[in-house]
């Protein structure tokens, strides 16, 4: 790859593709866009600021993030990067609740650590179609109250862009609730605008625990 710019990329040889993916949701307002580009060369602050240390423009930042945030969410945490949002959200919910197991949609993916991956010995996963009976199968787990956190994504991205049915999504938010698990939902991928509305989530009325966002 030489360049991008708009909706297209341009390989080393001069031939144009039109980038479907942007790679992988990150450029989600096209690339070069120049109002974005404009800014980015007109900012002279810090280099690097220590995350310990207040920084006005991370703290508008985070307001201006609640500000439109869906449900009840109030305070934001900076990471470094889509992984780590999500990495340290299931560690957030096990400091909450006391509880060690994770549970998450089969096949989906939410990052490059051991956490994220799922590859903890108390992940357990549930296996598709994403409907009423999934959500049964969920509630067997979610029964023993040793599920920190439920992650998935409001909109599947990762597993071919399948949008979820909106009364499974309700069940396991109810479910969630009453057996004390916190609902993350991965919005690394299908959040700012990917999926038509600025969150995902919006898509179901879903009030999440947490909400992780990254790469857009
Ligand atoms: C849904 C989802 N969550 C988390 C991640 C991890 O983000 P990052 O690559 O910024 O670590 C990705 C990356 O593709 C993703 O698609």
Redesign the pocket.
């Given at each position: 790859m030489a360049d991008a710019e708009g909706d297209y990329v341009r390989d080393v040889e001069g031939k144009r593709y039109l980038d479907f993916s942007m790679g992988?949701?990150?450029g989600n307002l096209g690339w070069k866009h120049p109002r974005i580009d404009a800014a980015m060369r007109a900012f002279d602050g810090p280099t690097y600021v220590h995350p310990a240390y207040h920084y006005e423009p991370a703290e508008q930042l985070a307001e201006r993030l609640l500000s439109f945030a869906p449900g009840r969410l109030r305070k934001v945490f900076r990471a470094?990067?889509?992984?780590?949002?999500?990495e340290l959200a299931l560690q957030a919910a096990m400091l909450v609740t006391r509880r060690h197991g994770l549970l998450s949609l089969e096949a989906?993916?939410?990052?490059?650590?051991i956490g994220?991956h799922a590859r903890l010995p108390r992940c357990h996963k549930i296996a598709g179609p994403f409907d009423a009976r999934a959500a049964e199968r969920a509630e067997a787990v979610l029964k023993t109250r040793e599920i920190a956190a439920f992650v998935m994504?409001p909109v599947?991205?990762?597993l071919g862009g399948i949008v979820p049915e909106a009364s499974f999504v309700s069940r396991m938010r109810d479910l969630c609730r009453k057996y004390g698990a916190l609902f993350v939902a991965?919005?690394?991928?299908?959040g700012f605008g990917r999926s038509g509305v600025l969150f995902a989530c919006e898509h179901f009325d879903l009030d999440p625990d947490i909400l992780?966002l990254?790469?857009a």
């Open positions: 992988w949701c990150v470094t990067g889509g992984t780590e949002a999500v989906a993916y939410h990052g490059n650590s994220t994504e599947i991205c990762n991965d919005e690394v991928a299908c992780c990254g790469k």
